[in-house]
């Protein structure tokens, strides 16, 4: 009885010993803090230190540009009837009065035509969608080009590789979906592309489109995966990539104050959520604004799909371009053997595809193997301080490039009044030279900025001050540089490349080198070699060089 | 493998924190923080209050503008706006408003930030990702403990059909997938003109006018669409059909064919092509009178339809498919049997 009471009394009087709450807000603060532990939680994060620069945007025109698709994608499945069943067309739009199409399309016309407000929202929808994929390949590029992707970093480039190739499939699946004229093209390619599949293509096809193309199948299908699957999965490895990016808090540039071991910026609480909060509404702003005055996938213009019908110039969203650019340039080879065919033609580029954005996935792990470096990585390598990585880098872009024109070449062919087959036969040479040349200027170009540095840490900036000496040379007079700039062009560091071990070990036996040992030796000497980067200037030159007399 | 290589263990220059003294190159610390104007002039962090308030009141005024643009302007009315061109009003003006009242909130909150919230520079310090030795070896330990508690590479067999029963159960699921469509059978080999016998022709009905077609009405040059007759529009399965039966009907002077075989299997010099494309079943659908070319419009294959619709150009890897077409008593093209091969994307099965 007595225990009971007195267990009573415990809990009516409050067991922390907390003082009373100034205000409401407090108040409601502590309610949480008692039940999500939000003071734990906030007391990391409410000052975290963000750096600032402007490349960072490019990572948050990602983010936003994918909640905006998502916001407006919301919208378009409440209007949105994903079937093949066929209607026929009574609507606003008078051109296509009376004629027979899907209710995929149709139910695109209602929502362009006579829902109000909902070829806003589609437009928003299809250019966000635009601006997403291309933000996430210079987000990538800028991660790229500046080494951030190294340790501990790899595993976030990967989840941000893995988002940049579902973000263009889910692409190509909703500009299917509308299941116009240029829209059902897309699709028989691809059916085509799974027919190519050897052994198991036409299986894949007819469980895919669930009989043959096209059937009344595809559309609800992909529908489920554009709406549900792929972004789910994306959501997941965004959120993943959030908490990365967040626990090894950003990347910085050398400078002045800035060390591997901490980092410099402004706090999270104001300024960097109001200027990313800010910049939501800015990057949703100017969509908006686009969406207004640029009209992006006129549905009504192109008809509903028919399999006997097409238009000139089909052309994929950019971001597939450069597969369109592959099937265009491939040579139709085609193997029969034994009753079977193995369609090369369209094989090899499905195959190529994923290659050309897998070799940029696997990239950190190639340089860090040939680096043998396993420290942690904060300070950015500017771009020329790296030649080998950005001549690789921009070599792979010059790739996606010349794809990008093959996959055009329709079009280019007719703006530039030139012949498509030239056109088709200078990107069948392109696709192997062009990378290669790309390469080989970028890194000397690399290799002349370094060179200039070089020059300014020695002899300092150049004035525009001529000065005739007595002996009546004339010399430009350098200045020296602060020391804040000495110290940025000279903070980055010099790796050596690997040498091979000795032919003989101590003992006189001889050792074998292996294959991969000799490969990533190879590898090393291409990347750190004497030919791959210029000695940066020591203290001791640099002192000569000042305290010299006769100097300028 | 080639630690000593880099550069902090080669001591050649690893100046991050080491500030000796006298070296140029050492890092001189945060720079001190440099005060805007909006930080000492009063009367300018003032206006740039006024100024970030005046984008808040633009952002209203522009939700309102929008509310009142969806409320006013019917969704099918079409303006002329300069250099657009004609466009949707309702759509022109929903986007713009929304568009202001979304950047005036950010251009706002931006411009707030920079003026008028602190811009010190502050350093935090980063901790190493991985965990001192300490925890790890605590970590690993505990983990063995459990391993071994488990008992799982002690008991063999039970880890070895565990991972047996782990690696099948996946195939229930793939197996599930086995009815999201038939069997392609030999679908893919037939066309709609497999109806056709050299006793119950075919007749060959043009694809605009929906009529049957007579050689005299083909012209020397022109290309004609055909599809088989009985092959209505409003048919059930129309798209499916229309995408392996749709035909193109080329005539050629008799003199002008290349291809003996070909003229054969035509009638005075009209062939009958399948107008879906070898290379991923595009419709051809651009025809070159003088050179006899045709050329798909979505990868530029290009076949001579004057030399069997050998492929000249592009990535399709065989000729089209050549339908054999005669005129019946009435004078009529029809078809007496199905095509020789496959139309269409090539596939495994194809011989």
């Given at each position: 009885?007595?225990?009971?009471?007195?267990?009573?009394?415990?809990?009516?009087?409050?067991?922390?010993?907390?003082?009373?709450?100034?205000?409401?807000?407090?108040?409601?603060?502590?309610?949480?803090?008692?039940?999500?532990?939000?003071?734990?939680?906030?007391?990391?994060?409410?000052?975290?230190?963000?750096?600032?620069?402007?490349?960072?945007?490019?990572?948050?025109?990602?983010?936003?540009?994918?909640?905006?698709?998502?916001?407006?994608?919301?919208?378009?499945?409440?209007?949105?009837?994903?079937?093949?069943?066929?209607?026929?067309?009574?609507?606003?739009?008078?051109?296509?009065?009376?004629?027979?199409?899907?209710?995929?399309?149709?139910?695109?016309?209602?929502?362009?035509?006579?829902?109000?407000?909902?070829?806003?929202?589609?437009?928003?929808?299809?250019?966000?969608?635009?601006?997403?994929?291309?933000?996430?390949?210079?987000?990538?590029?800028?991660?790229?080009?500046?080494?951030?992707?190294?340790?501990?970093?790899?595993?976030?480039?990967?989840?941000?590789?893995?988002?940049?190739?579902?973000?263009?499939?889910?692409?190509?699946?909703?500009?299917?979906?509308?299941?116009?004229?240029?829209?059902?093209?897309?699709?028989?390619?691809?059916?085509?592309?799974?027919?190519?599949?050897?052994?198991?293509?036409?299986?894949?096809?007819?469980?895919?489109?669930?009989?043959?193309?096209?059937?009344?199948?595809?559309?609800?299908?992909?529908?489920?995966?554009?709406?549900?699957?792929?972004?789910?999965?994306?959501?997941?490895?965004?959120?993943?990539?959030?908490?990365?990016?967040?626990?090894?808090?950003?990347?910085?540039?050398?400078?002045?104050?800035?060390?591997?071991?901490?980092?410099?910026?402004?706090?999270?609480?104001?300024?960097?959520?109001?200027?990313?909060?800010?910049?939501?509404?800015?990057?949703?702003?100017?969509?908006?604004?686009?969406?207004?005055?640029?009209?992006?996938?006129?549905?009504?213009?192109?008809?509903?799909?028919?399999?006997?019908?097409?238009?000139?110039?089909?052309?994929?969203?950019?971001?597939?371009?450069?597969?369109?650019?592959?099937?265009?340039?491939?040579?139709?080879?085609?193997?029969?053997?034994?009753?079977?065919?193995?369609?090369?033609?369209?094989?090899?580029?499905?195959?190529?595809f994923p290659l050309v954005l897998a070799v940029i996935a696997v990239y950190p792990f190639i340089e860090s193997w040939v680096s043998g470096d396993k420290r942690e990585h904060h300070i950015l390598d500017r771009p020329r301080n790296a030649p080998v990585r950005t001549g690789l880098g921009a070599a792979w872009i010059s790739l996606y490039l010349v794809l990008l024109i093959g996959g055009g070449n329709d079009l280019i062919a007719t703006h530039l009044h030139l012949s498509i087959n030239d056109i088709t036969y200078f990107v069948r040479v392109a696709f192997f030279v062009l990378p290669v040349i790309t390469f080989v200027i970028t890194k000397r170009w690399c290799l002349g900025l370094q060179r200039r540095d070089r020059e300014k840490v020695l002899h300092g900036r150049e004035t525009g001050v001529i000065k005739r000496l007595p002996h009546g040379e004339f010399v430009e007079i350098h200045a020296q540089l602060p020391q804040d700039k000495l110290h940025k062009l000279t903070a980055h560091e010099q790796p050596l490349p690997m040498e091979l071990p000795a032919e003989v070990d101590e003992n006189g036996v001889a050792a074998k080198t292996g294959v991969l040992t000799k490969t990533r030796a190879k590898l090393s000497r291409g990347f750190y070699g004497e030919g791959s980067q210029i000695a940066k200037p020591t203290a001791e030159e640099h002192h000569e060089i000042t305290s010299g007399h006769g100097h300028h | 493998m080639s630690e000593d290589k880099l550069p902090e263990s080669h001591g050649s220059a690893g100046q991050h924190e080491v500030a000796t003294h006298g070296d140029p190159f050492a890092d001189p610390g945060l720079p001190a923080h440099e005060p805007r104007r909006t930080d000492i002039d009063e009367r300018a962090a003032k206006r740039a209050e006024r100024q970030v308030s005046l984008m808040f009141v633009v952002s209203m005024l522009a939700t309102v503008g929008f509310i009142a643009s969806y409320v006013a302007i019917d969704a099918d009315k079409i303006v002329y706006i300069f250099p657009l061109g004609h466009v949707s009003a309702l759509n022109f003006a929903l986007g713009l408003t929304l568009g202001v009242a979304l950047f005036c909130i950010g251009a706002g909150a931006v411009h707030w930030a920079r003026t008028l919230m602190s811009d010190h520079e502050l350093p935090a310090e980063r901790h190493p990702i991985e965990a001192d030795d300490e925890v790890r070896a605590d970590v690993i330990e505990q983990f063995k403990t459990g391993a071994a508690e488990s008992g799982f590479g002690r008991r063999k067999m039970i880890r070895n059909t565990l991972i047996g029963s782990m690696a099948l159960v996946p195939l229930s699921g793939v197996v599930l997938l086995r009815d999201l469509g038939p069997l392609p059978e030999d679908k893919l080999q037939h066309t709609g003109w497999d109806l056709a016998t050299p006793e119950h022709p075919l007749p060959l009905v043009n694809m605009n006018t929906n009529k049957p077609m007579k050689a005299e009405d083909i012209v020397v040059g022109s290309l004609t669409f055909a599809k088989p007759e009985g092959l209505e529009e409003d048919d059930e399965f129309f798209q499916q059909q229309i995408a392996k039966d749709a035909l193109m009907l080329v005539r050629i002077a008799p003199e002008n064919i290349k291809d003996k075989d070909s003229a054969e299997l035509g009638f005075e010099g009209i062939l009958a092509y399948s107008k879906i494309c070898t290379h991923v079943g595009c419709p051809i659908s651009l025809y070159e009178q003088q050179t006899h070319h045709a050329l798909c419009p979505c990868h530029q294959s290009t076949f001579d339809l004057a030399d069997g619709a050998r492929v000249i150009f592009g990535p399709a890897g065989h000729p089209l498919p050549q339908l054999k077409i005669t005129t019946n008593e009435e004078g009529f093209l029809v078809a007496t049997g199905d095509f020789a091969e496959p139309v269409g994307p090539s596939f495994w099965e194809r011989s």
């Open positions: 009885m007595s225990a009971a009471n007195s267990a009573t009394r415990g809990a009516s009087k409050p067991a922390s010993t907390r003082e009373k709450p100034a205000n409401k807000a407090e108040a409601v603060a502590d309610w949480a803090d008692g039940r999500l532990g939000i003071y734990s939680l906030a007391k990391a994060n409410l000052r975290k230190i963000f750096p600032d620069h402007w490349s960072f945007m490019l990572g948050e025109i990602c983010l936003y540009t994918f909640i905006i698709i998502i916001l407006t994608g919301v919208y378009l499945t409440l209007f949105f009837n994903p079937s093949m069943g066929e209607v026929v067309y009574h609507g606003s739009y008078a051109p296509l009065n009376g004629i027979r199409m899907s209710e995929a399309y149709a139910s695109t016309m209602d929502i362009s035509f006579d829902v109000r407000g909902g070829l806003l929202i589609r437009q928003i929808h299809h250019w966000a969608a635009i601006v997403f994929v291309a933000a996430m390949l210079v987000h990538m590029m800028r991660v790229f080009f500046t080494g951030a992707f190294r340790k501990p970093r790899e595993v976030n480039w990967i989840f941000g590789f893995l988002l940049l190739f579902l973000g263009m499939f889910d692409g190509f699946m909703g500009y299917s979906l509308p299941d116009d004229l240029l829209s059902g093209t897309g699709v028989r390619f691809m059916e085509g592309a799974v027919l190519a599949v050897p052994l198991v293509g036409t299986y894949l096809q007819f469980f895919l489109f669930g009989g043959q193309f096209p059937g009344t199948e595809i559309i609800p299908r992909f529908f489920t995966i554009h709406i549900l699957l792929i972004p789910g999965v994306m959501v997941g490895l965004l959120v993943a990539h959030l908490i990365l990016v967040f626990y090894h808090k950003h990347t910085q540039w050398a400078g002045p104050g800035k060390t591997e071991k901490n980092v410099v910026g402004m706090p999270l609480m104001p300024v960097y959520m109001a200027k990313a909060g800010g910049f939501f509404f800015l990057v949703f702003g100017i969509i908006s604004a686009m969406a207004a005055i640029a009209t992006v996938n006129p549905i009504w213009a192109y008809g509903p799909y028919r399999p006997d019908q097409v238009s000139t110039d089909a052309q994929p969203d950019w971001y597939m371009g450069f597969s369109e650019g592959l099937i265009r340039i491939m040579p139709g080879w085609e193997i029969r053997a034994w009753g079977h065919t193995l369609n090369m033609g369209v094989f090899v580029p499905l195959m190529v | -």
